[in-house]
């Protein structure tokens, strides 16, 4: 399990660690010998700049000053700030630094040294500016080793504060934090190493993570594959709303539903769209509703536990009465696309009828449409994800490079697999037909929202470039058979 922790959980592991008996200085030591370890690992001893703020990052800056020099690199030294004003294991790190140090100045940077970047850490509240900002523009171009983060990346939400440089490399201490994975500083911290600078795992105890990386550690053991005495309806019969005229929307979801494991899929057609739907695959049930008094009797069957609303419905009034339906039919739900869309305009009438076995599943602009407060306020997916989910009651996932899934207990997940190949038409709907045939085999909402994300990343990998959406459920049983086996 991987967990991430914030800027606050990381200076509590700190400081359960100094209770414990290892001293401050000793962990900076550690912290910055890890660093040099990974320079030295990857290039060999050329010019180097270490530029040091006037806090704990700069503090680890000078003992990897110091480190380099005496393993034979050239190396240069520049501080922001006062020497004077550094306090504590800064302080004893400069003291225990011999060469000279030069203030801070875009001008070190000529010539193109190695940049150690060690000015600001996870910690940074507030946009760089002045001298700060005009070194770290300096950086572009440059070959960057950022300690901890980039300087100007806030490492809870991974915006950036003013300006960020590009690193090469990231070494962090202990635990990466949310801000790797997040975007925009996921694209700027380029190859990061979490190093050990002797915090033991302990301390997670008195911690207490609530956000972590997707991966089957998190839920592999609650996967429902299939049992030997299982017949098709104890794996569930989800049931995909279908529209009239987007048709390969449902389609897409639908089959995914089945490749995830569903036991039984219907698409519930409109009257005019029967005929497309019924060519399709045999697999499929089709059902004809002709109006939402024909959708609520088909979802009277008690059989039918999990439906998904949403991709190709089409917005309007009819397909938020399809939605409160289904809700009122104490069905879990998936709600995509055009569902959300269609509740937007009194999305309080939704979150009433919400359960914790529903999941939403927002592209940033549904976001913005279902929860537009939350959308214009700061502090990053992560946030906003987590104070969705507690208003709505349900699990929210918001898609992107760095997709998010939160919980209504506060729990979050970043996803961290996905390639660029799933921007592409229809790998949403593949997506949401995933989270429906997990729920519909009885996993927790929000351990199949997290399995569908990463499955859903982990079968584009496999599919590699050119990769379109049909690819998507037809690649997945090849990567379920390594999950299965433990290969993966």
Known sequence: MEELLSVAEMYRADALTMAGGVPGPVLMEAAGAAVVRAVCERWAPHPTVVLCGPGNNGGDGFVIARLLLEAGWPVRLALLGSRSALRGDAAVAAERWGGPVEAADPFLLQGNPLVIDALFGAGLTRPLDGIAKAVVDAMAGRTVVAVDVPSGVHGDSGEVLGAAPQAALTVTFFRRKPGHLLMPARALCGEVVVADIGIPDSVLDSIEPTAFENGPSLWRRRYPWPRLDAHKYARGHAVV????????????????????????????????????????????????????????????????????????????????????????????????????????????????????????????????????????????????????????????????????????????????????????????????????????????????????????????????????????????????????????
Request: proline share 6%; glycine share 12%; with cysteine.
């Open 241 to 488: 709303l279908g529209g009239a005229r987007m048709t390969g929307a449902a389609r897409l979801s639908a089959r995914a539903a089945l490749r995830a494991g569903a036991g039984l899929v219907t698409i519930a057609s409109p009257p005019e769209a029967f005929p497309i739907y019924a060519a399709g695959s045999p697999s499929l049930i089709v059902a004809e509703t002709a109006d939402g008094q024909a959708f609520e009797a088909l979802l009277s069957d008690s059989r039918k536990n999990a439906v998904l609303l949403g991709p190709g419905a089409g917005v309007g009034p009819d397909t938020r009465a399809r939605v409160l339906s289904a809700l009122a039919a104490g069905k879990d739900c998936v709600l995509d696309a055009d569902a959300l869309t269609s509740v937007a305009e009194s999305p309080t009438d939704l979150f009433d009828c919400l359960t914790g076995r529903c999941v939403l599943t927002p592209h940033e602009g549904e976001f913005a449409r279902v929860f537009p407060d939350l959308a214009k306020a700061g502090g990053g997916k992560m946030s906003r994800a987590r104070a969705a989910a507690e208003r709505c009651g349900a699990v929210v996932l918001i898609k992107g490079a760095d997709t998010v899934v939160a919980a209504p207990d506060g729990r979050a997940v970043v996803n961290a697999n996905a390639p660029a190949d799933l921007a592409t038409a229809g790998s949403g709907d593949v997506l949401a037909g995933m989270v429906l045939g997990l729920l519909a085999q009885g996993m927790d909402a929000f351990d199949a929202t997290c399995a569908a994300v990463w499955l859903h990343g982990a079968t584009a990998n496999a599919v590699g470039p050119g990769l379109i959406a049909e690819d998507l459920p037809e690649a997945l049983p090849g990567v379920l058979r390594r999950l299965k086996t433990g290969d993966l």
